[in-house]
C-alpha cells in the first residue's frame, strides 16, 4: 500500500489565472484587503466602546467569525452608548455597510466562472480548452447560487465602496 503525497508543484495553472483576467484578479485581492481592513476597524471600534486592551478585546470579536457579526454587535454597543443623534448618524453607515457586505462576500467566497458564447463552446472538445481570461466572468453566490457578470471595473468599485464605509466608520469614531 503506497502512502499518498501532496504535490510539491501545480501540474496545471491556476484557476485563476485560468479564469479570471489579471486586473479581475487585482481587483479581488482590492477587495481583501480593503474588507480585512474594514473588519479590523469594527474590531477595534468595539474593543474601544467597551473600554478594552486589545488581548481583552480578541476574547470577544474572535469568536464571531462574519465581519456581519461583528457589524451586528458594534451596532447593538452603539444603540446602547450612544444618544438618538448619534446612532442616526451611525446608522446610516452601518446601513452602507450591510449592503456591501453580500457583494464582498460573493467577491470573495463566491465561484468563479468563465463566460463563452454557444459559438465558443460548441468549438472546444472540454472547457479547458476555451478561451482564458476574459474581460467577462461569472461570480457565483455561495448561498444563492444566483449568477452575476462581473468586469475589473465592478469589482474594484466594490472595493472603493468598501474603502468609503471604512473612511465612514473612521471618522465616526474619530468623532465620538
Given at each position: 500500500m503506497s502512502i499518498p503525497t501532496m504535490r510539491t508543484k501545480p501540474a496545471d495553472p491556476l484557476h485563476a489565472s485560468e479564469v479570471l483576467t489579471v486586473e479581475?484578479?487585482?481587483?479581488i485581492g482590492c477587495v481583501a484587503v480593503e474588507s480585512a481592513r474594514l473588519e479590523h476597524l469594527i474590531m477595534v471600534?468595539?474593543?474601544?466602546?467597551?473600554?478594552?486592551?486589545?488581548?481583552?478585546?480578541?476574547?470577544?470579536?474572535?469568536?464571531i467569525p462574519t465581519i456581519s457579526g461583528k457589524l451586528d454587535l458594534l451596532h447593538g454597543i452603539v444603540n446602547d452608548?450612544?444618544?438618538?443623534?448619534?446612532?442616526?448618524e451611525f446608522n446610516v453607515i452601518f446601513q452602507v455597510i450591510k449592503k456591501i457586505i453580500p457583494r464582498r462576500n460573493t467577491v470573495i467566497h463566491g465561484q468563479w466562472e468563465?463566460?463563452?458564447?454557444?459559438?465558443?463552446?460548441?468549438?472546444?472538445?472540454?472547457?479547458?480548452?476555451?478561451?482564458?481570461?476574459?474581460?467577462l466572468v461569472n461570480s457565483r453566490s455561495r448561498k444563492s447560487?444566483?449568477?452575476?457578470?462581473?468586469?475589473?471595473?465592478?469589482?474594484?468599485?466594490?472595493?472603493?465602496?468598501?474603502?468609503?464605509?471604512y473612511s465612514s466608520l473612521y471618522d465616526f469614531s474619530q468623532r465620538y
Open positions: 479581475q484578479q487585482a481587483a471600534v468595539i474593543w474601544s466602546l467597551l473600554s478594552l486592551e486589545a488581548s481583552m478585546g480578541r476574547l470577544i470579536t474572535d469568536n452608548k450612544f444618544s438618538t443623534l448619534n446612532k442616526e468563465r463566460m463563452h458564447t454557444l459559438a465558443q463552446l460548441m468549438k472546444m472538445p472540454t472547457i479547458s480548452d476555451g478561451p482564458t481570461g476574459h474581460a447560487n444566483s449568477v452575476k457578470s462581473e468586469r475589473a471595473e465592478d469589482i474594484m468599485s466594490i472595493a472603493l465602496g468598501i474603502h468609503l464605509c
